[in-house]
């Protein structure tokens, strides 16, 4: 009983045994019922066939003749005056009196069954009355023995019986192979779970139907390779994070050495100690991007909104850049056409902005321009950062908000990325329920939008001053 296919095969056959079953009973029961409906009208067509020649007739010589008739039938007649006196029989041992008792309650002409119950008595019987004018003289009586019907009824139970157990036969062999095919799905997807909760998602479930269970395994199978997918992102996350992690270490204790064990000029001590001042704020902020991935993906985040103003706000980000730009020779330019305000964490936008124009910083060289503007379209605030710089390759694209995805593999460190910046921007911005989009040509510029839209009552609702 462990199995499902055998659970299903025996409900199926319950049910269906229960429904052939009441189906035969019911069959058996109209067709005998039918059967004996059809004996009765034809014995009682026979004694009205023989009491209307007695009504023309009524004298021994007919009575007689109609006697005749019926001895060599399977059917036996008796005719009876109105007090109920037999007048002439087929049959001599004949006991009529139970019949000629029935005769209290008046006949119509066209006669009326005596017995019908063909399953406890000896005989069916009818009657039909004999008149002459309007007066009842006699009755022809007709019986039929019950054993022809029994022995007609035993030969019907004999071929319902056969057909019951071949009905069974047929119906147990195509339940057997419905249940397996039903099952053998189920028992795939459940070595497939198996698998998976043990850690392998390479499993491979083909679709077996368009139906619940097709879904159910292309439902599996999606999560399977979602899964794999998750192990083999996570691998090569912690490979690259081991990897960044050990740059700088690696940087730290070579220098730190070299202090300790060599007798250095102040000069050199100060490169080396500079050296390894960049390498540990490099490593404070790969550890922080860290924590601040760990807490975006265990939600525990803390978004702290207030109304912003978009002016005020993006005149100190280019307060705070300037320098920087100015330094490498880069335009910056902010354009906010309004004063707009947005409910929104100030910290974390600034974050998101701050980061996108570093990035733009990076891959622009002198004589390059970017311009940050700010606009309401359709009651949403759409912020554009857009650069001229070296822009990135097709292939790079769709990969950018990845965590730790460099475009630039080779020059990677000396830009001093980690390439966790776009990833918490993508994660910092969809926690504010906006929306990132990137559009870039290699060596044509990058444009980076970002919408804020409302989506609840009180939250990202652009307004204007």
Not at 61 to 70: A, G, P, R, Y
Not at 143 to 154: A, F, G, V, Y
Request: charged content about 25%; aromatic content about 8%.
């Amino acid at each position: 009983m462990r199995k499902l296919s055998l659970k299903l095969g025996i409900i199926f056959f319950v049910t269906l045994f229960s429904i052939e079953t009441f189906m035969m009973f019911f069959l058996h029961a109209s067709l005998a019922n039918s059967r004996v409906e059809e004996e009765l009208i034809s014995l009682q067509a026979r004694g009205n066939s023989h009491r209307t020649i007695l009504e023309r007739n009524f004298d021994k010589e007919t009575l007689s003749h109609v006697v005749l008739m019926e001895s060599e039938a399977s059917t036996d007649v008796v005719i009876i005056n109105n007090e109920g006196d037999v007048l002439a029989s087929s049959q001599s041992q004949l006991n009529i009196d139970a019949y000629i008792k029935s005769l209290n309650t008046p006949v119509p002409y066209m006669g009326r069954t005596l017995e019908g119950n063909w399953e406890e008595e000896a005989f069916i019987a009818t009657i039909s009355p004999i008149n002459k004018g309007q007066t009842t003289i006699g009755y022809v009586l007709m019986l039929q023995n019950t054993d022809s019907i029994h022995m007609l009824m035993e030969r019907l139970n004999r071929h319902f019986f056969m057909v019951g157990m071949i009905s069974c036969l047929v119906t147990m062999f195509i339940i057997i192979i419905l249940s397996r095919k039903l099952a053998k799905p189920l028992i795939q997807m459940k070595v497939a779970t198996l698998k998976m909760s043990k850690g392998d998602f390479t499993v491979t479930l083909a679709p077996s139907s368009n139906d619940e269970l097709g879904d159910l395994s292309k439902a599996i199978q999606l999560l399977a390779d979602d899964l794999q997918h998750v192990k083999q992102d996570r691998k090569e996350f912690l490979s690259s994070i081991a990897h960044e992690l050990r740059t700088p270490l690696t940087f730290i204790k070579g220098y730190t050495d070299i202090l300790y064990k060599r007798n250095l000029t102040e000069a050199d001590k100060k490169k080396y100690l500079g050296i390894i001042i960049e390498e540990t704020n490099r490593l404070s902020r790969l550890i922080k991007d860290l924590f601040d991935l760990a807490k975006l993906d265990e939600n525990s985040f803390v978004i702290e909104k207030e109304r912003l103003d978009m002016k005020e706000f993006f005149t100190n980000i280019e307060a705070k850049l300037s320098p920087a730009f100015q330094e490498k020779q880069i335009n910056l330019s902010i354009q906010c056409e309004e004063r707009f305000t947005l409910m929104a964490d100030s910290l974390r936008l600034d974050q998101v902005i701050i980061n996108l124009l570093d990035n733009a910083l990076k891959y622009c060289t002198a004589g390059d321009s970017v311009v940050v503007s700010v606009r309401c379209i359709n009651k949403a605030i759409q912020i554009t950062i857009e650069d001229t710089g070296k822009g990135i390759s097709k292939k790079d694209l769709p990969y950018i908000f990845d965590r730790l995805y460099r475009v630039d593999k080779s020059r990677s460190r000396a830009l001093g990325g980690s390439g966790l910046g776009l990833a918490i921007v993508k994660e910092l911005v969809h926690a504010h329920g906006g929306e990132i989009a990137v559009r870039s040509e290699e060596n044509n510029g990058t444009t980076f939008e970002l919408t804020f839209r409302g989506v609840e009552n009180d939250e990202n609702i652009v307004t204007n001053r």
